[in-house]
């Protein structure tokens, strides 16, 4: 049999014999197999279990919310919180377009239908202008979904991208004037906070991500949190396949498989251990990408280049999940992200484009979008870095190298 793996053969083929960079890696802490033993040993390898107790504990004491479910993935945890906030056919979702496609998906299996607000140019995230737009304009309009003409919002769904915290205070006031419930997808902000406050605990619910290249991770897995206790123990139900209290097999509602399994679990209880830790090194992954790339746009630096990143406005702090930036051709004597991306790629480090926005998306283009493009101008020109909490020094010193090479002969034409 065959031991090589996928990155083993491209390291071959481009004749470098150097092992991979990744975007953004698993990096296990002391304690995860202690705790995955823990669960063999005392059999508890279902879904449920102590760990799972635990885990969930740890998770809302993390994030200052009262309850926790811990859940198959992110996905599971959308999924249930719009059938909790009562999204089916006939009702409208107001989601960030410039997300991973996991956000909007879920309002698609419950049949209602989406609607894509834009990014503002700080954050990246939701736009609360273009969201008043589109939530005055539906109101005014009635918009064409599965049952008929409709205007029921029953949900916005705002995204803290790359770990960066929404404008909450904007989306929460107009969530309130016009009453309509946050389903905050923290996914990739696990350890950010917002004037002081955990994101995924800023909405009426709060979805958390443990995906394998997520801050922190249990190979997969999610949890769906908030202070509303009789929400997260029907999203418990719903999420046990919805059994009725009966010795019998009962059910009133339709059920899912959406529990985290107990083994997970445990990985998650070491993983939340060292969280901490993982947000200061994401946080100084970022510090040193900033400094290289203001030596290339400093006035008394090596060129007038020009890179921009994602800021982080006062009284909100990043986890820094992943340090993205943006190159405009036009800024940059034609320096692209596109030149950056493969020449990276050519010598095994991974970059990628930032997410396609949903309503450029093949699937998701019938749906209505509103907003002025800033996440298309995004999309265009940004740039996601190997932002692994694992990167080495070594790492680093080879990243720098690699981008010198690039950025240096477009510096000084
Ligand atoms: C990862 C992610 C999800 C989905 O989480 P899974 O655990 O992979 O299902 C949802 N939204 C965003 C923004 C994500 O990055």
Same mark, same amino acid.
């Given at each position: ?9 491209? !390291?071959?083929? @481009? ?22 033993? !823990?669960?063999?040993? @005392?059999?508890? /390898? ?39 906030? &009562? ?9 960030? @377009? ?19 607000? #834009? ?7 939701? #736009? ?8 005055? @304009? ?26 960066? %915290? ?13 009453? /309509?419930?946050?389903?905050? &997808? ?38 769906? /949190? ?67 790339? #203001?030596?290339? !746009? ?30 405009? %051709? ?26 396609? %926005? ?40 080879? /990243? ?14």
């Amino acid at each position: 049999m065959s031991t090589q793996t996928p990155e083993h053969k491209l !390291q071959v083929e @481009s004749g470098k014999d150097q092992s991979r960079i990744w975007l953004s890696s698993p990096h296990m802490g002391e304690n995860e197999q202690t705790y995955v033993t !823990q669960a063999f040993s @005392s059999n508890w /390898i279902a879904p449920l279990g102590p760990h799972v107790n635990g885990f969930e504990e740890d998770l809302a004491a993390y994030t200052g919310v009262k309850h926790a479910a811990a859940l198959s993935s992110g996905t599971a945890a959308l999924h249930l919180g719009l059938i909790l906030m &009562d999204a089916g056919p006939g009702d409208i979702v107001l989601c960030q @377009s410039l997300t991973f496609s996991a956000s909007a998906n879920p309002i698609i299996y419950q049949g209602a239908t989406p609607v894509f607000i #834009d990014s503002e140019s700080d954050t990246w995230n939701m #736009d609360p202008v273009a969201l008043e737009e589109a939530i005055v @304009s539906i109101l005014n309009t009635p918009i064409q979904t599965k049952s008929g003409l409709s205007s029921r919002i029953k949900a916005i769904v705002p995204v803290h991208l790359y770990g960066m %915290p929404a404008k909450m205070n904007e989306i929460k006031s107009i969530s309130e004037k016009y009453g /309509i419930p946050i389903l905050e &997808d923290a996914a990739e902000a696990l350890g950010s906070t917002y004037q002081g406050k955990a994101c995924g605990s800023l909405g009426d619910l709060g979805v958390l991500s443990f995906n394998g290249n997520k801050i922190i991770t249990t190979s997969g897995g999610g949890a769906l /949190i908030s202070d509303d206790k009789k929400k997260i123990e029907k999203a418990r139900f719903y999420a046990t396949q919805s059994r009725d209290p009966a010795p019998h097999y009962q059910h009133s509602h339709l059920g899912f498989n959406y529990r985290m399994s107990n083994v997970l679990a445990g990985i998650g209880r070491g993983q939340m251990e060292v969280l901490p830790e993982r947000v200061a090194q994401r946080r100084s992954n970022f510090n040193r990408y900033k400094q290289y790339f #203001d030596k290339w !746009q400093t006035p008394g630096g090596l060129s007038n280049l020009h890179f921009g990143f994602q800021n982080e406005p006062e009284g909100s702090f990043s986890n820094r999940w992943l340090t993205c930036i943006t190159v405009e %051709p036009e800024l940059n004597n034609g320096l692209s992200r596109e030149i950056i991306r493969l020449a990276l790629e050519s010598e095994n480090i991974e970059a990628r484009p930032l997410w396609k %926005p949903m309503h450029l998306q093949p699937y998701f283009k019938e749906y209505a979008y509103f907003g002025n493009r800033t996440s298309e101008q995004l999309f265009e020109n940004g740039l996601c870095l190997p932002s692994g909490s694992n990167l080495t020094p070594l790492d680093f010193k080879r /990243i720098f190298e690699n981008l010198d090479n690039i950025i240096s002969g477009f510096s000084s034409r």
